[in-house]
């Protein structure tokens, strides 16, 4: 799987742009706010058909302009697809493979496989359960349509039941039917999340082991909100009408896989609280470069990885590891500058001069 060629129109600052990636390392560098960060996040909408950065369709359109277009080709071992997104100035938002309009998002996840890294990614330690779910949701749902159709009507079900709670009108013979249907769905949910952590843990050993010279080791653990011993569908009946009455006095629901979490420990302590800035970067590093070998494992071929400015933030060891690794993968890198990218860069690589809005060619 590689991008050959993005297009963009009236794309945040970009007026018009059509560039031709190379199979390898792309390197986009240039100041600030100049738009590096932009071509990643335009690729990242045809991988997952939302952005990473906000939620305002509005937001990815040029000033003044009525709508804003990504168009991406990607060669593929199959069969090669056009993604292309159009983005309406109404907030709606259209996309389309091989020029047939998709009818769900579902149908885009997993055409496009990425794994994107950057600064923002130490909030998966730092932060709330809610970031870390994301992760999982986010990487399972790109290799695994049923999951993502499972979490969506999962979520429908939980927002149905919550207003059902926050009526204070609550029949319990609809609220029994929502808890069997929140159950059933929290089965395939819990078991494809554990297996993503079970997996996790399996690249993830080697590869931190490798980053840190064998000082650390890495373990990840799924932290469920009900018990797990036995079968997942009836336990968590169980818990939600144990808690029913709690639930109907506070108006949500306790239980379920939307309370879920997971574990990061570095050599056995809690990097969430424990960790180092350092510790919980490479953790990071670790997750993210795990996700590469889950998704060849998966799909037999390595996703597009992206790099939105993450190399000034690590150490020399640590740009080391990624700018080795990254040999056989195609990958789209955003800095500031190329001084340090050049003296480790063994294979081929393309650069781009990014300014306000343009695009030269820097040369191989």
Known sequence: MKIRNIGLISYRNYDKLNIELGSNVNVFQGENAQGKTNILEAIYYCAFGRSHRTSKVKDLIQWEKENARIRVYVDMERLDKSIEVNLLGDGRKSISINKVKLTKI??????????????????????????????????????????????????????????????????????????????????????????????????????????????????????CSFDLSGKTKENLYNALKKQREKDMDRGSTSAGVHRDDFSIEINGADAKDFGSQGQQRTAILTMKFSSLEIIKKIKGEYPILLLDDVLSELDLSRKKFILKSIENIQTVITCTGVENIEEYLTGSYRLFNVKNGSIADGGD
Do not use: C
């Open 106 to 223: 579902g149908d885009l996840l997993g055409v496009l496989n990425v794994v994107m890294f950057s600064p923002e990614d130490l909030k998966i330690v730092k932060d709330s359960p809610a970031v870390r779910r994301r992760f999982l949701d986010m990487e399972i749902s790109q290799l695994d349509r049923k999951y993502y159709n499972s979490l969506v009507t999962y979520n429908k079900i939980l927002m149905e039941r919550n207003a059902l709670l926050k009526s204070r009108r609550v029949d319990k013979n609809i609220l029994d039917i929502y808890d069997i249907k929140l159950s059933e769905e929290a089965s395939y949910i819990v078991s494809q999340r554990m297996n993503y952590i079970s997996l996790l843990n399996s690249h993830g050993g080697v590869i931190h082991k490798e980053i840190t010279k064998e000082k650390e080791e890495i373990r990840f653990e799924y932290k």
